[in-house]
């Protein structure tokens, strides 16, 4: 199949979104709740294997002033853990402001809180809005010349 996963990366939950090959729009996929390290893995390489990505982005949660805090660091580390695990390419993508965004956007559409936090919505939405602008930024367009 190929395309690029985006990951919001969480304490509990993961948002996901995807880009196809050839397809310059990122959509949401289900939002991975986990318990631990290993199930965590499992349930990535199940998502892995089902999508077959060339490319992995993960948010970067920077501070409003550029800075690296607690939560960045979490982030990197997971990036770490998913180049270990999996031996497919890592980009970070600044995600600064995405999950509020991502809130802002499910009150204007009316979802419940408690549902859309049951559910993982801003996790995903976030994924989604992470992810596109590593795209609106060249991010494909910079691993094609690569390639």
Known sequence: MGGVLG???GDRRIGVALAPQGVAVATGLPTIT???????????????VEKDPDILVVGLPLNLD???GERCTASEAFAE??????????????????????ERVRVEAGTEGRRARE???TDRAAAVLLLQRWIDGGGL??????N
């Open 7 to 9: 990951f919001d990366f």
């Open 34 to 48: 986990y318990s631990g390290r290993r199930d965590l893995r499992r349930q990535l390489e199940r998502l892995i």
């Open 66 to 68: 550029g800075s690296c």
């Open 81 to 102: 853990r998913l180049r270990g695990w999996f031996g497919i390419p890592v980009r970070m993508q600044d995600e600064r402001l995405t999950t509020v965004e991502a």
């Open 119 to 121: 559910e993982g919505l």
């Open 141 to 146: 367009a910079d691993e094609e010349v690569m």
